[in-house]
C-alpha cells in the first residue's frame, strides 16, 4: 500500500472510528458514575422563559434521553437566583441535584453577605459552557429608536427600565452603559426574571428593558419591541441589525452574562466528571450548538477548574464595579 493509499485509508476510515469510540466511551463512563443516581433535578435561580432557564430545559431533555432516567427542571426564582444558590448550597452532594447559573449568583454575594452562600465554598463548578450578550429594548412607543435619541429623551422626561432583578448581570450592564457611561438619570424596576421584566416593556409599565439577548430575540423580531443595543463585543448573529455599544462609540465597552452548571460542594469528583462530559457532548452536537446560536448564544466550554480561576477574578471585578454604582429599586 502507498503513502498516499495509507493516509486516505487514516482519514476515511480509521480517524472517523477513532472520534466514535472516544466519543461513545465518554457516554458510557458517564452513564456508568451516574448510573446510581435514580434521577436529577436541574435548578434554575429564575421563572421559566430566561436565557438560563432554556439552556437548563434543552440539556435536561438530552441528558434524561443520554442516561435513560428522569431529568427535569426546577424553577427557584428570587433574588437574582440567590433563592436556588442557597439551595443548591444545602443540597446532599450526591449528584441529584445540579444547577445552572449565571454571574448574576457572584454580584449576589457581594451584594448581600448575608445571602447564606459563597460560591467558593458551596459550589463545584461542572464548567462553563454558554454567554450571552445582555441587550437594551424598548416599548414601540417610545420616541426613541436607537441609543442617542434614548440619551437625548432622557434629558427630558423621566425614563423607566426593567431587569430581571437588582444586582443581575442585565442590571449592572444597563446601570453601567446609562448611568455611568452616558451621565443620564435612568429609574431601575426590578422583576423576579427576564419574562416579566420583558412583559413590562411591551405592556407599557416600563419603556426600557434590560435583558439577557436570548429571551428577548423572538420580541424583536415579532416587532413587539425594539432592539436599541447589545453590550457584547460583536453583534448577536440573530439580531444583526442591532449595533454594540463599542460601534456606538463606547469604547472596550463589554458586559456579557455567561452560564455554567454546578454541583454541591463536596459532590465526588468522578460525578462531576461524568456530569462535565455528558453536558459538554450534549452542547457540542451539531443540532444544540446551531439551535443555541439561533437564540442568541454562544458556546463557550471551559473545564471546571479554569472556570473556577476565573470566578475568582470576575469577583474581584465586579466587585471594583459595585464601588462605583449606586444600586436601588426606585
Same mark, same amino acid.
Given at each position: ?21 472516544? @466519543?461513545?466511551? $465518554?457516554?458510557?463512563?458517564?452513564q ?5 443516581? =435514580? ?5 434554575? *435561580?429564575?421563572? =421559566? ?5 432554556? !439552556? ?8 434524561s ?22 439551595y ?15 454571574? $448574576? ?23 462553563? +459552557? ?12 417610545? =420616541?426613541?429608536n ?12 423621566? %425614563? ?5 432583578? @437588582? ?14 457611561? $452616558? ?12 419574562a ?5 416593556? %411591551? ?15 423572538? /420580541? %424583536? &423580531? ?7 443595543? !447589545? ?20 469604547? *472596550? +465597552? ?6 455554567? +452548571? ?18 459538554? &457532548?450534549?452542547?457540542? #452536537?451539531p #443540532?444544540?450548538? #446551531? ?15 479554569? /472556570?473556577?480561576?476565573? @470566578?475568582?477574578?470576575e ?7 459595585l ?8
Amino acid at each position: 500500500m502507498n503513502i498516499n493509499l495509507r493516509f486516505s485509508f487514516l482519514r476515511k476510515i480509521v480517524l472517523p472510528c477513532l472520534s466514535f469510540l472516544l @466519543i461513545y466511551t $465518554s457516554q458510557v463512563y458517564a452513564q456508568a458514575d451516574l448510573a446510581a443516581v =435514580p434521577k436529577i433535578t436541574i435548578v434554575v *435561580g429564575f421563572p =421559566p422563559g430566561g436565557g438560563v432557564d432554556i !439552556v437548563g430545559r434543552l440539556v435536561a431533555e438530552k441528558l434524561s434521553t443520554m442516561l435513560n432516567k428522569p431529568v427535569i427542571v426546577e424553577n427557584k426564582p428570587g433574588a437574582s437566583s440567590g433563592i436556588a444558590t442557597k439551595y443548591v448550597a444545602a443540597a446532599k452532594p450526591d449528584g441529584q441535584i445540579i444547577f445552572v447559573n449565571s454571574n $448574576s449568583m457572584l454580584v449576589n454575594q457581594l451584594m448581600n453577605p448575608d445571602s447564606g452562600y459563597d460560591v467558593n465554598r458551596d459550589l463545584a463548578p461542572i464548567g462553563k +459552557f454558554f454567554s450571552q450578550a445582555n441587550i437594551l429594548v424598548a416599548n414601540n412607543d417610545l =420616541p426613541a429608536n436607537n441609543l442617542s435619541e434614548l440619551i437625548a429623551l432622557a434629558k427630558k422626561q423621566d %425614563i423607566t427600565f426593567s431587569s430581571p432583578g @437588582i444586582g443581575s448581570i442585565p442590571h449592572l450592564a444597563a446601570e453601567r452603559l446609562l448611568t455611568v457611561n $452616558s451621565n443620564i438619570k435612568v429609574r431601575h424596576i426590578p422583576y423576579p426574571g427576564a419574562a416579566p421584566a420583558l412583559a413590562s416593556a %411591551i405592556g407599557g409599565q416600563v419603556q426600557l428593558a434590560s435583558v439577557s439577548a436570548p429571551t428577548a430575540v423572538n /420580541f %424583536i &423580531k415579532g416587532g413587539k419591541l425594539k432592539g436599541l443595543v !447589545v453590550t457584547s463585543a460583536q453583534r448577536v448573529s440573530s439580531l444583526p441589525n442591532v449595533p454594540t455599544a463599542i460601534e456606538l462609540g463606547y469604547k *472596550g +465597552f463589554a458586559v456579557e452574562t455567561w452560564g455554567g +452548571f454546578f454541583a454541591p460542594a463536596a459532590t465526588p469528583k468522578s460525578i462531576i466528571n461524568a456530569l462535565e462530559n455528558a453536558i459538554t &457532548k450534549i452542547m457540542t #452536537e451539531p #443540532e444544540m450548538k #446551531e439551535k443555541l446560536v439561533n437564540l442568541g448564544f454562544e458556546l463557550v466550554i471551559v473545564k471546571p477548574d479554569t /472556570f473556577q480561576q476565573e @470566578i475568582n477574578e470576575e469577583l474581584k471585578t465586579w466587585k471594583d464595579l459595585l464601588g462605583k454604582i449606586k444600586l436601588n429599586d426606585n
